[in-house]
C-alpha cells in the first residue's frame, strides 16, 4: 500500500512539471499556432537562473522564484520579439525552424558559459514526513501545490479577465482582431511572457527536486511536455494540464509495472496508439469546425 | 541555375580553401601525436583533464629538446581534437588526425562511446590508438573476426574485471548479500559493468533485488528508488556518471535508505565531491588512481599537476598521462618514428611503471594487466581505501 501511493506521489510530482511546461507550448500555440521548440530551453534557462540566485547571490526562496520568473519571461518576450515576430507571415515551416534553432542557440550559450554540471544549493531545508512506510519529501508537496496554484490562476486568467478574452479571440481569428481594436502584439508577447515565466517557475522548482542541472536538461523534458501538451489537445489551456498528467502516469506505471529500459519506449507508444485514435488530442477540436 | 551553380562553386571552393588550410603542416620534422578528448558534451570534466594531462605530459618532454627516437631528438607537436562526448564526432576527429594531421599515434577517447568508433578507424588505417579511460572490451575487440585489434590499446582494466572486482568487495569486504543494481541503459560501459557485477554477484550465493535502469538525461529516479526501496537491498550498486550519481544518492537518501553505496570508476571527477556534497559520504567507488598512493612518480605527477591547474589531478589525468609514458616508452624503443614499429614497441612494454600502477602488455592483446583501486568518499575527500590484485 504504502509502495503504490509512493509511486502515485512520484506520478503527481512528474505530471505537475510536465503540465506547468506543456502550458508553455499549449499557450503559443493556441495563439500563433506556432510550435516553439525553444520552450525547454527556457526551462533550463529557468533552472540556471536558479542556480546562480543561489549559488552566486544567496538570496532566499521568494526571491529565487522571482528572478528565474522574471529573468525566463524577459528573455521569453525578447525572443518572440526578435526572433518569431518578423517571421509571422512567412510560411510556418520558417517559423518551426526558427524555434528550433532559438533552441539550439539558447543551449549552445549556456554551453559556452557553463559547460559542467552545476549542483543547485538547498534553497528550503528538505523535510520528510514519513506516514507508515509511505515517505513524502517538503519539495514534493511544494511543486505538486505550486503547479496546481500556477495553473488554477492561468485558467481564471484565461476564463475570466479581458486579456483571456483576447488571447481565445486572437485564437479564433487573427486577421479580424485588430479591426477590434485588440493589440494584437501585446496580447501575443504578453502569452509568450506568462508561458516562459511558468517554464522558469517549473525549472526553479526542478533544480531544487533535481538539483544537479545541465545546459542539456531542457531538451527531454520540452519534448516531453510538448507530448503532453499534444495528447491533451494542442491550443487547449486544460488539455496540456491533463495531458501532462496522463504522461507521468503512464510513465511511472510504464516503469512500475515493467522494467524501467522500457519506460519511455512504452510511455511513447501509448501516446502514439492514443493519438491514432484522437488525431486532435483528448480535449482538442479539430481546426475545421472553427470556420 | 545560375543561382544554385553559384551555390555549388562557393561550397567547392570553401571546402577546397579548409582543406587546403590543413595541408602547409606537419612539413617540420615534429612528431604529431592526435588527442581525442570530450571537451564538450555530457562529460566535459574527463576532456579537461585529458587535455590537461596530455599537455602537461608532451610539454615535460619538449623542454628537454623532444624525444630520443634512434640516437635523434624530435620534438612532439599535439594536435587536440573535440569529441563532445559522441560516437559520431569522435570517429570523425580521427579520421581527421589522420588524414588531415598524419599523426603518428592517438590517446583518447576516453568515453568508450567514442573510443569504439574511433579504434575502427586507427586499427584500418594502421594508427597505433591508446584509450586511457575506455574500459569496454569491444575498444580492443575486432567484433568482425572476435580477436584483438593490433593497433589498439588501453591504459585502464576493463569493465569485466571491475564489475568481478566490485562484486567480490562488496560481499567480502562490506558483507552484502542482497543488492541492488540502477544503471544507465544508453551507456555500453555502464551497462557492461552492471552485468558483469549481477552475474559474478550471483554466482557468489549472492541475490540481486532489483535491476534498475533509466537513459541518459533523465532526473527523476523517484519511481526507480522507490522500486528498489520496496525489496530491502543491503547494497546499491550504481554504475553511472558521476553528473549522475549525486541526484541517485540524494533520492536514496530521501527515501530513508541507507544502506552502502557502490560505484565504478565512473564516479571518478573530483566534480562528484562539489555535486554531491554530504550525501555522498561513505560510499565506495573503483579507481584507476588515488591521488594519496605511495607508488613511485606519483607525487612528482599530482605536485606537477596541481602547481600547473591548481587542482589534484583525477583518474582520467592519471591515465592519460600513462598512456602517453607508454607511448614515449614505445617510441624510444621503436628505433625509427613509424607507426608500425611503434605499435609493436608497446606490444612488448612490461613492468612499466606508471602512475596508475605497473603495466604490463602480453603479445596480441590490448589490454594491459594491472590493479584496482578502492576508494572511499570522506570529509568530502577522496581516500585510498583498498588496492586489489587481479
Known amino acids: 500500500m504504502a509502495y503504490i501511493s509512493q509511486q502515485f506521489l512520484n506520478m503527481l510530482q512528474l505530471g505537475s512539471l510536465y503540465a506547468v511546461i506543456a502550458l508553455g507550448y499549449t499557450m503559443v500555440y493556441g495563439v500563433l499556432s506556432l510550435i516553439n521548440f525553444a520552450h525547454g530551453d527556457l526551462f533550463m534557462v529557468g533552472a540556471f537562473l536558479c542556480f546562480v540566485a543561489t549559488a552566486k547571490l544567496h538570496l532566499p526562496f521568494v526571491p529565487v522564484i522571482v528572478v528565474a520568473a522574471f529573468g525566463t519571461v524577459l528573455l521569453g518576450v525578447a525572443v518572440e520579439r526578435l526572433a518569431y515576430r518578423p517571421l509571422r507571415e512567412a510560411p510556418k515551416v520558417s517559423a518551426i525552424i526558427t524555434a528550433l534553432g532559438v533552441g539550439v542557440f539558447i543551449e549552445n550559450f549556456t554551453l559556452a558559459l557553463s559547460p559542467y554540471p552545476r549542483h543547485v544549493p538547498e534553497i528550503l531545508p528538505n523535510i520528510s514526513w514519513n506516514f507508515s512506510g509511505l515517505t513524502v519529501s517538503s519539495i514534493q508537496v511544494l511543486i505538486i501545490v505550486v503547479s496546481v496554484l500556477l495553473m488554477a490562476s492561468l485558467d481564471f486568467i484565461v476564463r475570466k479577465t479581458r486579456f483571456g478574452m483576447a488571447m481565445r479571440a486572437l485564437a479564433c481569428d487573427m486577421k479580424t482582431l485588430p479591426l477590434m481594436g485588440v493589440p494584437v502584439n501585446t496580447i501575443i508577447a504578453l502569452t509568450f511572457a506568462i508561458g516562459a515565466g511558468f517554464g522558469g517557475v517549473a525549472g526553479t522548482m526542478y533544480a531544487m527536486a533535481f538539483p544537479v542541472i545541465d545546459p542539456y536538461m531542457g531538451i527531454m523534458i520540452g519534448w516531453k511536455a510538448f507530448i503532453a501538451a499534444v495528447v491533451g489537445g494542442i491550443g487547449n489551456i486544460r488539455g496540456a494540464m491533463l495531458g501532462g498528467y496522463i504522461l507521468g502516469a503512464v510513465e511511472t506505471l510504464a516503469a512500475v509495472a515493467l522494467p524501467s529500459t522500457y519506460r519511455d519506449f512504452i510511455a511513447f507508444t501509448l501516446l502514439l496508439i492514443l493519438l491514432i485514435f484522437r488525431p486532435n488530442g483528448i480535449l482538442g477540436v479539430p481546426k475545421t469546425l472553427k470556420v | ?390
Not at chain 2, 577517447?109 to 594508427?127: R, W
Not at chain 2, 598512456?323 to 612488448?348: H, T, V, W, Y
Not at chain 2, 611503471?353 to 604490463?360: A, K, Y
Open chain 2, 1 to 390: 541555375m545560375v543561382r544554385f551553380c553559384t551555390s555549388v562553386l562557393i561550397m567547392v571552393l570553401l571546402f577546397v580553401a579548409l582543406t587546403m588550410s590543413g595541408c602547409n603542416q606537419a612539413k617540420d620534422d615534429a612528431i604529431h601525436i592526435g588527442v581525442i578528448a570530450e571537451l564538450t558534451g555530457d562529460i566535459p570534466a574527463v576532456g579537461a583533464s585529458c587535455k590537461n594531462a596530455a599537455e602537461m605530459a608532451v610539454k615535460a618532454v619538449n623542454d628537454t629538446g623532444g624525444i630520443d627516437i634512434g640516437g635523434k631528438k624530435y620534438p612532439l607537436k599535439l594536435q587536440i581534437e573535440d569529441s563532445a562526448g559522441r560516437s559520431d564526432q569522435a570517429a570523425s576527429a580521427a579520421q581527421k588526425l589522420i588524414t588531415r594531421d598524419k599523426v603518428i599515434a592517438i590517446i583518447g577517447p576516453n568515453a568508450s562511446s567514442g573510443a569504439i568508433p574511433a579504434s575502427e578507424i586507427a586499427e584500418t588505417s594502421k594508427v597505433p590508438l591508446i584509450s586511457p579511460w575506455s574500459t569496454n572490451p569491444k575498444t580492443t575487440l575486432d567484433p568482425r573476426t572476435g580477436k584483438q585489434k593490433t593497433y589498439v590499446f588501453r591504459a585502464c582494466y576493463m569493465d569485466s574485471f571491475q564489475g568481478r572486482v566490485l562484486a567480490a568487495f562488496a560481499m567480502g569486504e562490506l558483507k552484502a548479500k542482497r543488492a541492488a543494481v540502477l544503471y544507465d541503459v544508453a551507456s555500453e560501459v555502464l551497462k557492461g559493468q552492471a552485468e558483469v557485477f549481477k552475474a559474478t554477484f550471483e554466482e557468489k550465493g549472492g541475490a540481486i533485488t532489483g535491476f534498475e535502469t533509466y537513459t541518459t538525461g533523465n532526473k527523476d529516479f523517484t519511481v526507480q528508488m522507490t522500486k528498489i526501496k520496496n525489496d530491502n537491498p543491503d547494497l546499491i550498486f550504481l554504475p553511472t556518471y558521476y553528473s549522475d550519481v549525486p541526484l541517485q544518492v540524494q533520492q536514496a537518501r530521501r527515501f530513508g535508505m541507507n544502506v552502502p553505496i557502490l560505484g565504478s570508476d565512473a564516479w571518478g571527477s573530483h566534480d562528484l565531491l562539489g555535486l554531491c556534497g554530504k550525501d555522498c559520504d561513505g560510499s565506495y567507488f573503483s579507481s584507476h588512481f588515488s591521488a594519496n598512493s605511495t607508488a613511485p612518480g606519483v607525487k612528482k605527477f599530482v605536485d606537477d599537476y596541481k602547481a600547473l591547474y591548481g587542482s589534484i589531478p583525477d583518474d582520467v589525468a592519471a591515465l592519460t598521462y600513462d598512456s602517453f609514458g607508454i607511448l614515449f616508452e614505445a617510441m624510444r624503443k621503436s628505433g625509427k618514428p613509424a607507426s608500425e614499429d611503434i605499435k609493436n614497441a608497446i606490444q612488448k612494454i612490461t613492468g612499466f611503471q606508471g602512475v596508475t600502477g605497473t603495466i604490463t602488455f602480453h603479445e596480441g592483446s590490448g589490454d594491459p594487466e594491472k590493479s584496482v583501486v578502492i576508494l572511499q568518499i570522506k570529509d568530502g575527500e577522496f581516500k585510498w581505501f583498498a588496492d586489489i590484485k587481479p
